[in-house]
């Protein structure tokens, strides 16, 4: 579906696929709570979008935003049956959760080159100034023998798209690491991930030199350098 077709019926899994930050994880929470349209993030009191675990303020912001200009004159409340689902809240006291709560790795996971986030680490420090996504992998799924399948993904983040420092962030299943050299020591885990908010997008420009970059290294041959004598040429071996 093209983003001008979008309107108040719009499913929100759908909806997700075109909106940078929501991610189809918080998409699929937010129909398995009975909010399953764009009109019933319209006609859903703010504080029971939050009461959904792990739907953060910040995200609500921008469901309602992107609602709202999705559905322009084109609503059509309907009732919203809460109770064809499991309670909101009973569900966070049944799991022991925050419910508000972020997901790491269900956020790391949806995460898109071009993003900037925000990331807390365990003991709740974060940066002054959000990350930019600078690389992106594919996530891997894994089947384990004796538990639940997982999934794994690398991104690199830097403070700025072009330069300044950088370093990874490491899904591995049920946690989220921040990785690299620091303080002068060899590449390793550093920091355990708490929270990976989206907060914004880098400037367009800086976002098509990222997918240059991307397209540039996966056009080099594996296993073979040769192609670096011809870098300085604009020239691919």
Known sequence: MASEDLNARTDVVTL?????????????????NGIETVADILITERKTLTDIPYVSETRVDLLQETAERVAGDDVEPREVDFNATESVVSEADEHEEDPLASDPVADALDVGLGEKVE??????????KPWCVVDVDDPVSWTAP?????????????????????????????????AGEYNGRPYRRLWRVAQVNPVGRIAE???????????????RPEGDDTWRQYQNRGETA
């Open 16 to 32: 997700a696929d075109h909106v940078d930050g929501l991610g189809e994880s918080v998409a699929r929470r937010l129909d398995d």
């Open 119 to 128: 990331l807390v680490t365990e003991d709740g420090n974060s940066w002054s």
């Open 146 to 178: 004796l538990g639940e399948d997982f999934e794994t993904r690398t991104i690199t983040v830097r403070t700025s798209p072009q330069s300044g420092k950088q370093y990874d962030l490491l899904v591995t299943g049920d946690e989220v690491w921040m």
């Open 205 to 219: 420009a800086s976002y098509y030199q990222l997918v240059g970059q991307q397209q540039e290294q996966e056009t």
